[in-house]
C-alpha cells in the first residue's frame, strides 16, 4: 500500500478505510470549524438560546439522558436539563458543533431541530461579524485543489445570508472566487444530517452521487449527511480528538452505522490526499492505455 500523505490519520482499531475508494471528482467542504472559525458567534448564539427552551416550547422535547449515544452524549443532556446551558468545560473547549449539539438534544425529533435552529439564527445575527480562517494556509491549499481539475464547494448550516456575509470578510479580502458551489442551510428543505444539502451541490455541478464526490466537515453529522448521501466521507479532525474519543463517536452499531472513509487533521490534509489519489488513478489509467 502507497504510504499515507501528511495529514492523513491511521486507524489502527477501527474499521475506517485508510483512504477513500475512488478519487474525487469533486470535493464539497463544511464551513464552520473546517474551513472557518466562527467559534465565538457560534457559542454565544447557543449560550443564547438554550435558557429559551421552555418559552420556545421545546423543554419537553429534549432527549432523556438514558435515550443517547454515548456516555458523554448523556452528560451533556443531564447537563443543559438541570442548568439551562453548555457545561463551562465544553464552551471552553470549543469542540463539538452547533448542529452535533442540536443532534444529541433531540435525537431524531426534525421538528425540534428546525425550530431551535431558527432560534438560534435569531440569536446568531448579533454576533455574525467575528470569522477567520481556521488554518492560515485555507486559501493556498484551496487553490492546490482547483488547479488539480477539481471542482471545490462549500457546505454551511447557516442561513444564506449569514454565510454570504461570512464568506466576503474572511481573511480580509473574502473567498468567493474559491468556490464552485455553495449551500445553505435555508437553501433546502431539510438541513444536515439529512442529505439534501450534498444532493443540491452536486445537481448544480453536474454530477450523480457516487464515492468519487468527497465531503469533507468536522461533525458526526457531516459523516451521516455524506454516507446517506451515497458519496465519501472524510471526517475532519482539526480538533485533534483522540483515537479513542473517534471510536466512540463512530461506533458502527446497528443504531450508529456511519463511519467516515478517511480522517485528516488538516486541509492540507486534504488536499494531500485528494492530489495522490488523482495521480495515481492517472498512472493506472496510462498503465491500462
Given at each position: 500500500?502507497?504510504?499515507?500523505?501528511?495529514?492523513?490519520?491511521?486507524?489502527?482499531t477501527?474499521?475506517?478505510?485508510?483512504?477513500?475508494?475512488?478519487?474525487p471528482a469533486?470535493?464539497?467542504?463544511?464551513?464552520?470549524?473546517?474551513?472557518?472559525?466562527?467559534?465565538?458567534?457560534?457559542?454565544?448564539?447557543?449560550?443564547?438560546?438554550?435558557?429559551?427552551l421552555?418559552?420556545?416550547?421545546?423543554?419537553?422535547?429534549?432527549?432523556?439522558?438514558?435515550?443517547?449515544?454515548?456516555?458523554?452524549?448523556?452528560k451533556?443532556?443531564k447537563?443543559?436539563?438541570?442548568?439551562?446551558?453548555?457545561?463551562?468545560?465544553?464552551?471552553?473547549?470549543?469542540?463539538?458543533?452547533?448542529?452535533?449539539?442540536?443532534?444529541?438534544?433531540?435525537?431524531?425529533?426534525?421538528?425540534?431541530?428546525?425550530?431551535?435552529?431558527?432560534?438560534?439564527?435569531?440569536?446568531y445575527?448579533?454576533y455574525?461579524d467575528e470569522?477567520?480562517?481556521?488554518?492560515?494556509?485555507?486559501?493556498?491549499?484551496?487553490?492546490?485543489?482547483?488547479?488539480?481539475?477539481v471542482?471545490?464547494?462549500?457546505?454551511?448550516?447557516r442561513?444564506?445570508?449569514f454565510?454570504?456575509?461570512?464568506?466576503?470578510?474572511?481573511?480580509?479580502?473574502?473567498?468567493?472566487?474559491?468556490?464552485?458551489?455553495?449551500?445553505?442551510?435555508d437553501?433546502v428543505?431539510h438541513?444536515?444530517?439529512?442529505?439534501?444539502?450534498?444532493?443540491k451541490?452536486?445537481?448544480?455541478?453536474?454530477?450523480?452521487?457516487?464515492?468519487?464526490?468527497?465531503?469533507?466537515?468536522?461533525?458526526?453529522?457531516?459523516?451521516?449527511?455524506?454516507?446517506?448521501?451515497?458519496?465519501?466521507?472524510?471526517?475532519?479532525?482539526g480538533?485533534?480528538?483522540?483515537?479513542?474519543?473517534?471510536?466512540?463517536?463512530?461506533?458502527?452499531?446497528?443504531?450508529?452505522?456511519?463511519?467516515?472513509d478517511?480522517?485528516?487533521d488538516?486541509?492540507?490534509?486534504?488536499?494531500?490526499?485528494?492530489?495522490?489519489?488523482?495521480?495515481n488513478?492517472?498512472?493506472?489509467?496510462?498503465?491500462?492505455a
Amino acid at each position: 500500500m502507497a504510504p499515507v500523505p501528511e495529514g492523513i490519520r491511521r486507524r489502527a482499531t477501527m474499521s475506517i478505510l485508510q483512504l477513500p475508494h475512488a478519487p474525487p471528482a469533486a470535493v464539497l467542504i463544511d464551513w464552520h470549524a473546517t474551513l472557518v472559525d466562527t467559534h465565538d458567534a457560534m457559542y454565544h448564539a447557543v449560550d443564547d438560546v438554550l435558557p429559551r427552551l421552555e418559552e420556545l416550547g421545546l423543554w419537553e422535547r429534549l432527549l432523556r439522558p438514558e435515550e443517547s449515544k454515548t456516555i458523554e452524549d448523556a452528560k451533556l443532556v443531564k447537563y443543559v436539563r438541570e442548568h439551562h446551558k453548555l457545561h463551562p468545560k465544553i464552551t471552553a473547549q470549543r469542540k463539538i458543533s452547533r448542529t452535533d449539539i442540536f443532534e444529541v438534544l433531540f435525537g431524531a425529533d426534525g421538528d425540534a431541530k428546525r425550530r431551535i435552529h431558527r432560534a438560534f439564527d435569531d440569536c446568531y445575527k448579533n454576533y455574525v461579524d467575528e470569522v477567520h480562517p481556521l488554518e492560515p494556509d485555507i486559501r493556498a491549499q484551496l487553490e492546490r485543489l482547483r488547479a488539480a481539475g477539481v471542482p471545490v464547494g462549500v457546505i454551511s448550516n447557516r442561513k444564506r445570508d449569514f454565510f454570504e456575509h461570512e464568506l466576503a470578510i474572511v481573511d480580509g479580502s473574502g473567498w468567493r472566487d474559491l468556490f464552485d458551489v455553495t449551500v445553505c442551510g435555508d437553501d433546502v428543505a431539510h438541513r444536515k444530517p439529512a442529505p439534501d444539502m450534498l444532493l443540491k451541490a452536486l445537481a448544480e455541478l453536474g454530477l450523480e452521487p457516487s464515492e468519487r464526490c468527497w465531503y469533507a466537515g468536522d461533525s458526526t453529522t457531516d459523516v451521516i449527511a455524506a454516507k446517506d448521501a451515497g458519496i465519501t466521507a472524510i471526517f475532519y479532525n482539526g480538533a485533534h480528538w483522540s483515537q479513542s474519543w473517534l471510536d466512540k463517536i463512530f461506533p458502527g452499531t446497528v443504531s450508529h452505522p456511519h463511519r467516515p472513509d478517511a480522517v485528516v487533521d488538516s486541509i492540507g490534509g486534504l488536499t494531500g490526499l485528494a492530489r495522490r489519489m488523482l495521480a495515481n488513478g492517472k498512472r493506472v489509467e496510462r498503465a491500462r492505455a
